[in-house]
Each structure stands twice: as structure tokens, then as C-alpha cells.
């Protein structure tokens, strides 16, 4: 079992005391790093350093930050969800960390989707009937995962499913 415990320490974020969500920081009491490239090939991190290593990655509608000494939680809506998202990441952390002679670590963050390739790929009318000011608003809600082909009104279903068919690889669904 790499990681056994941790601190962990909720508060709402500085820059803007009137938020409602709440984040979380988890100090390990355990160094994590070495598994690092393991969870990024497991669970498709969105970023990655090598050095100080650390990967961030989209699970139960976070954003997730592991450092070998850390694990970052953004945006949770009460204290008890932390305790259900580092219990599964502590789960995470270990199993991986079990199989890691059957897993092929990765050293670099997953390929996003490019705004301008989706965009080409929109009708450019601006309507906002997609609920969005602009479609390249929208096309950068599609290249992050907030929105898919379907959420644009005015996409024939061949546009719809070339748009799919581009975003398939990118696997935005994390």
C-alpha cells in the first residue's frame, strides 16, 4: 500500500471569499510521486509535469491535482464530498500502484481537441441558440468537454457526425 493517510484541509478559495464551493487540499503523509506517470495513464490526465511531477485529471466532475506530497480537490459543494473523492483516490492511488509492472507509464498529458478545427466545423452564425454568445465560445465548451456536437441546434446530422467522429479520440468525457 503506497499512500496509508493524510491531513486533510477544506476552505473556500481566497481570491473570492464569496464563492460557494469549497476546495480541498489532502497532505500526504506518504510521497506519492512515484506513481504519478502510472495514474496519468489510468486516469488520462489533462496535465502533466515531470518535474516536480504532478497530474491533473476530470473525475466525479473535479479537477484533481496529485502531487507526490498533495492531492488538490477544485469546487466541491460540501466537506463530506472530499472525504468520498480522496477515499476513492486513495484507492486509486494503491491499486494502480499493485499493477504498475502491467501498466506503461505516460510522460505527457492527453492531446486536447484544437477551438479551430471544431470551429470549422460550426455553422458561424453566432445565434446563440446553444445557449452561448458565439461559436467560438461554444467551440471552446466542445474542445474542453462542457458540450458536445448535440448542443448545437443548427449542425445537419452529417456536420454532427464528423464533429463526433473528430472529438471521439480526444475522449472528453473524463
Known sequence: MLLR???KEIFRPECNPS????????????????VIPYLNAVLGGSQFTREPPSVT?????K???????????????EPEEADKILQWLRDEINSIWEKRSEITPKYE???KPQVFTILKQLPK?????CGYPTCTVF????AEGGRG???????SPEQRQALQAYLEPFDLNG
Open 139 to 142: 467551440a471552446v465548451q466542445v
Open 125 to 129: 452564425t453566432n445565434c446563440k441558440d
Open 5 to 7: 493517510s493524510y491531513r
Open 19 to 34: 464563492f460557494q464551493s469549497l476546495h480541498c487540499i489532502a497532505h500526504l503523509d506518504q510521497d506519492v510521486g512515484e
Open 63 to 77: 479537477l484533481i491535482t496529485v502531487h507526490p506530497r498533495e492531492i488538490a480537490i477544485n469546487a466541491l459543494k
Open 57 to 61: 485529471f476530470k473525475a466525479h466532475g
Open 149 to 155: 456536437p448535440e448542443h448545437c441546434p443548427h449542425l
Open 109 to 111: 498529458p492527453l492531446k
